[in-house]
């Protein structure tokens, strides 16, 4: 484990929520509290010394409540006071509202408190692609604004490959869900980035944000800067880069020594895979991607596809290299079930065996897994993987994490707000144990 090197810093700063609220709020009531003393002592002075008359008097005894004691006088006032207060508040939430948010938006309260949890110092990377990576990053995105998603661009199925084989184009798909995961903007703007043409048309099977995207790197000049430019438009909260620059075909060695060329087929064997390579087998990688891992604080690997969306970004050289030399803790967050085609029958273990053994070295600290298995009491063929995790052939064993981390919709998914508050548990222990090393 690397924990003692944890930036402590920076992690703790992030997780004590609410401080610059509450200090606020006090110095408001503060404030409130001393303009009211100064209001009471005019009144007393006032009611001290000014000659009345006496028709008037009378009523001003009763107005001030004077036929009560002291003490209940004084409680009623504050009773009185304080539900003014909150009924001022609940108002002012409302009419602000109204003003800066369409219907249906959460309290104001909760848009604060997300924005201002969202303005962490922690620098997380995460490195994958498809829905898993996605899922990933609309639950990260409620935390830190940090968040720098490194993606495969060995995706060749669907429209991204008739894209990229008919413009010779990077494959946008992997990367227009991350934009949409991450984007700050209208939710009709984010449905329109996911609409998909139906088909019987020239269009038929395409996203508009493929297009989107296409259209921007032919204005922009290149795919790194229509990734940026859309995630202006977008709002997107963090940086999406990918892995490699380079065009790569993702290819699959099977057990029965056959080869499956191209990442839409790797799948579709009818023998286990028995490893994934690319070609070229040595592409440079994005220079923003290296730097990423370098300087981040904690790195994610998955979820998602162990062989067609992890493991692509694994086999560029120097992503391997960054993942070895960099000081961040790094963890694999393994796939709640397995996948038919890639991973059928995977263990726990397997999984990170299959990491270690392509990457030739053991760079995982931390595997986040699914400890919630009663799905299985309903349906007892989900392929759901077990959180139990022994020494791998070579007696590599990182630390295991386990949560429940399955989506209540469908269960063989992650949910993004429980996997999220996960990694947030670990990085205050991360924290925490980086803080006890120092001393």
């Known amino acids: 484990m690397r924990l003692p090197d944890w930036p402590k810093s920076r992690s703790l700063k992030w997780l004590m929520p609410g401080m610059q609220v509450k200090r606020w709020l006090a110095l408001l009531l503060a404030g409130i509290t001393a303009m009211a003393l100064g209001i009471a002592y005019s009144l007393i002075d006032a009611y001290r010394d000014s000659a009345l008359p006496g028709d008037i008097q009378p009523l001003l005894y009763v107005a001030t409540l004077q036929f009560l004691p002291q003490a209940v006088r004084a409680i009623l006032f504050l009773v009185i006071g304080l539900g003014m207060a909150l009924g001022g508040l609940y108002g002012l939430n409302r009419s602000l509202l109204t003003a800066v948010a369409p219907e249906g938006s959460p309290a104001l309260v909760d848009i604060v408190d997300r924005r201002r949890r969202r303005r962490s110092d922690a620098k997380i990377v995460a490195i994958g692609g498809g829905t898993g990576l996605s899922t990933l990053l609309r639950g990260l995105k409620q935390h830190t604004d940090q968040i720098t998603a490194i993606v495969t661009v060995a ?23 991350c934009i949409a995961a991450l984007a700050n903007t209208e939710p009709l703007m984010q449905r329109l980035f996911e609409y998909r043409f139906g088909d019987g048309t020239e269009l038929g099977g ?52 056959r080869v499956m060329a191209g990442e839409s087929r790797v799948p579709h064997g009818e023998a286990p895979i028995r490893r994934v390579f690319l070609e070229p087998d040595a592409p440079a990688a994005y220079p923003e991607a290296v730097a990423a891992i370098l ?8 979820p998602g596809s162990l062989y067609t969306s992890v493991l692509p970004n694994l086999l560029v050289p120097d992503i391997a290299a960054a993942l070895e ?39 995982i600290d931390i595997v986040l897994a699914n400890d919630n298995l009663a799905p299985l009491a309903r349906n007892p063929n989900l392929p759901l993987v077990p959180p139990v995790l022994g020494a791998s052939r070579n007696g590599y064993v990182p630390d295991l994490m386990r949560a429940d981390l399955i989506s209540d919709a469908q269960p063989t998914r992650h949910d993004p707000d429980r996997l999220a508050a996960a990694i947030a548990r670990l990085l205050r222990d991360a924290g925490r144990r980086g803080g006890d090393s120092a001393a």
């Open 325 to 363: 030399a960099t000081r961040a803790p790094v963890v694999y967050v393994a796939n709640v079930a397995t996948q038919p085609g890639e991973t059928d029958g995977y263990s726990l273990e397997d999984h990170v065996e299959a990491l270690r053994r392509h990457l030739g070295r053991p760079v």
């Open 295 to 302: 300087d981040a604080d904690l790195i994610i690997l998955g």
């Open 206 to 257: 395409h996203a508009f944000g493929n297009l989107f995207i296409v259209a921007m790197t032919g204005i922009t000049g290149s795919f790194e800067s229509a990734l940026r430019a859309s995630s202006r438009v977008l709002a997107v909260r963090g940086r999406i880069v990918p892995s490699t620059l380079t065009h790569v075909t993702l290819f699959a060695e099977l057990a029965d020594d």
């Open 155 to 177: 995706d060749d199925g669907g429209s991204s490959g008739r894209l990229r084989q008919s413009l010779g184009v990077h494959p946008p798909g992997d990367f227009r869900q």
